[in-house]
């Protein structure tokens, strides 16, 4: 069995493909009407509910909120942070929801979304001093929670049909290099240049809830893959 095979299974990809779209959407709007940046972006604290859903989508950063002596372009910095989410929920989201299906990719979803968001309030209740602002947003927190669990189909695929087969496709060394990418990201609090503490605590958050997802459901996982071979 290959990689490819994966994606072309059926059930249709749709929680990832819209979380994909929503991305693209809500960064395109705040870029053509950026007074509405706030309004997307989680910003403590916090105004409006919808909020906690939209900030994961948004991933605009005007001008104004960029160090000068970084040297960074606006547009550069938001369509790399867009792209970069992106080449985790297609690649390793699209994946993921088809090994597990939609109901549980919505629970681990669901799980490093509350983890970030609980997180979120209670190192902002803590350290941020009384009259101050802060504003977070991306999809990484979430996006990265899919890798480790895309890392364990790796495993699984391998342990299945053997490792050598793994290690001779191409989709496997188009992948790997972009989960390399995420961990040390992950691990990294200077993100393109700026030093950005949220990046590294969320990044670690999403991470760990993958982790958790692969250890507490691995036997519904390898369930998932001995259904896909009886289909094949």
């Not at 940046?37 to 900030?55: D, E, G, H």
């Not at 970069?84 to 994946?95: A, E, K, R, S, T």
């Not at 979304?113 to 991306?138: D, F, R």
């Not at 240049?193 to 982790?211: F, K, Q, R």
Request: proline share 6%.
């Amino acid at each position: 069995m290959k990689i490819r095979d994966i994606y072309l299974r059926r059930p249709f990809p749709a929680v990832s493909l819209i979380i994909a779209m929503l991305c693209i959407g809500i960064t395109l709007i705040s870029f053509l009407i950026p007074s509405l940046l706030r309004s997307f972006a989680f910003v403590y604290p916090l105004k409006n509910p919808w909020q906690l859903i939209t900030y994961m989508f948004e991933h605009y950063t005007p001008q104004e909120q960029i160090p000068p002596e970084s040297g960074i372009n606006s547009m550069r910095l938001s369509i790399g942070h867009l792209g970069f989410n992106l080449l985790l929920v297609l690649p390793f989201g699209v994946m993921v929801e088809k090994v597990i299906g939609a109901k549980r990719f919505l629970i681990l979803s669901a799980a490093a979304w509350l983890a970030n968001i609980t997180t979120i309030y209670i190192v902002c209740s803590a350290l941020l001093p009384e009259g101050e602002e802060t504003m977070v947003k991306g999809a990484s927190g979430l996006a990265f929670a899919y890798v480790p669990v895309g890392l364990y189909i790796f495993f699984v695929l391998g342990k299945r049909f053997g490792f050598g087969k793994l290690f001779k496709q191409v989709s496997f060394y188009l992948l790997m290099p972009i989960a390399i990418t995420t961990l040390v990201f992950a691990c990294s609090p200077s993100i393109a240049g700026t030093t950005n503490v949220w990046s590294m605590l969320l990044h670690l958050i999403g991470i760990t809830c993958g982790v958790a997802f692969a250890v507490i459901f691995r036997k519904a996982i390898r369930s998932c893959f001995d259904s896909m071979v009886f289909e094949r």
